[in-house]
């Protein structure tokens, strides 16, 4: 009878002794056997955050924790501490410049007291940036399409952007609110030669400025939908429509022999562009595929279609090889006349075209630059 008690003893003392230290691994309750504190610091990490750091660790024990952060700030010894039992913790340091730092690290387990070794990480907080930043960014390009200007806003977060200009001194004013990385904001007329662009950058109440000077090219003339063009011979199936319908596989030509209605040289067209505007060059392409076609022509221009002025009192040539099938050839116009209706007159053959009797002539597609009224 004690012996059966003896073994009841033995077993009852066997199962609290392995009860207990289930629940010291545990790390819930009891004298730690285990060194739970210090695996928390090898399971540190810390990683660099715009004028941050930020610290996390793991603590697969449960166990409550005090994490401790010592650095040193523009000459300053700082110190933070953080107690928690979560699994996965972190503390962020903010307000930090863009220099290297250097973190001393402890972790203490607050029921047992026992505390680990000091550990130092070291990490370079990223830059913080400002408006200031983004307006060092911003670049302008002009094209025949208009001006762009890009920028790049690494701040994280929104700015509003301003661009102010004068047109025929008339102030313009061109705006946009963003929050992505890279950005444009496009001007699709502009008068060409020098201006000059202030850009405002605001955010949070601050704004900073900064002008950008840029030699702005000349802009095709943007309603070239509406124009309709007359001429003085053309076969029906190659109308002078075909000029500016915006397809240089298009053309227009004129009849083949005098007996199909040619006239001879010299031809002309004349297009009506339904609004006055200051010319700077006309951009011609001669069609794809052929060496046939005017050489030597002349620019005329006027504002009601009767009275023409010879513009920049120059002959031009027109050269016709393929090198220019699909880019075209562009002709200045000096001085920017304001004119509404553009009159090419073709004087005679290319001097490529063989035989040089021939009495016909085509053309495939008419671009006009210039300034728009604004």
């Not at 402890?106 to 007291?113: A, C, E, L, P, Q």
């Not at 130092?120 to 983004?134: A, G, H, N, R, T």
């Not at 010319?279 to 002349?298: A, C, P, Q, S, Y």
Request: a negative charge.
């Amino acid at each position: 009878m004690k012996l059966h008690k003896v073994k009841i003893w033995v077993l009852f003392t066997v199962f609290t002794l392995m009860y207990a230290s289930c629940k010291v691994e545990e790390g819930t309750e009891g004298t730690p056997q285990s060194n739970y504190h210090k695996k928390v610091l090898e399971f540190v990490s810390i990683e660099g955050r715009a004028g941050a750091a930020n610290i996390s660790w793991y603590n697969p024990s449960k166990r409550e924790m005090e994490v401790t952060i010592k650095y040193t700030d523009n000459n300053t010894e700082a110190t933070l501490h953080k107690t928690s039992s979560e699994k996965n913790d972190e503390l962020l340091i903010e307000g930090l410049e863009n220099h290297e730092y250097v973190f001393e690290i402890i972790v203490n387990d607050t029921k047992s007291g026992l505390i680990t070794e000091k550990k130092q990480f070291s990490v370079l907080p990223l830059k913080v940036y400002s408006i200031e930043d983004v307006i060092e960014t911003v670049v302008a390009e002009s094209n025949s399409d208009g001006i762009k200007f890009s920028w790049q806003n690494q701040t994280g977060s929104g700015i509003d952007l301003k661009i102010t200009y004068l047109v025929y001194g008339q102030e313009k004013v061109l705006s946009k609110s963003s929050d992505i990385l890279n950005d444009n904001i496009s001007i699709s007329r502009a008068p060409s030669g020098p201006m000059d662009f202030l850009v405002e950058i605001s955010k949070d109440g601050q704004k900073i400025q900064r002008t950008i000077s840029l030699v702005v090219e000349d802009m095709v003339i943007s309603n070239k939908s509406e124009w309709t063009v007359t001429t003085n011979s053309y076969r029906p199936e190659s109308p002078p429509s075909n000029l500016v319908d915006g397809n240089i596989s298009t053309i227009w030509h004129t009849p083949t022999t005098a007996a199909a209605g040619a006239p001879g040289f010299p031809y002309w067209f004349i297009i009506d562009m339904k609004k006055e505007v200051n010319i700077t060059k006309v951009h011609l392409f001669k069609r794809v595929g052929t060496h046939n076609g005017f050489g030597d022509f002349e620019v005329w221009g006027s504002t009601n279609g009767t009275d023409f002025t010879q513009l920049s009192g120059d002959t031009f040539h027109l050269i016709q090889t393929a090198e220019y099938d699909n880019v075209g050839q562009k002709f200045n116009i000096s001085g920017k006349p304001r004119v509404k209706y553009l009159k090419i007159v073709a004087l005679k053959l290319t001097p490529t075209w063989t035989p040089q009797t021939a009495g016909y002539t085509s053309l495939a597609e008419v671009n006009v630059y210039g300034d728009e009224d604004f």
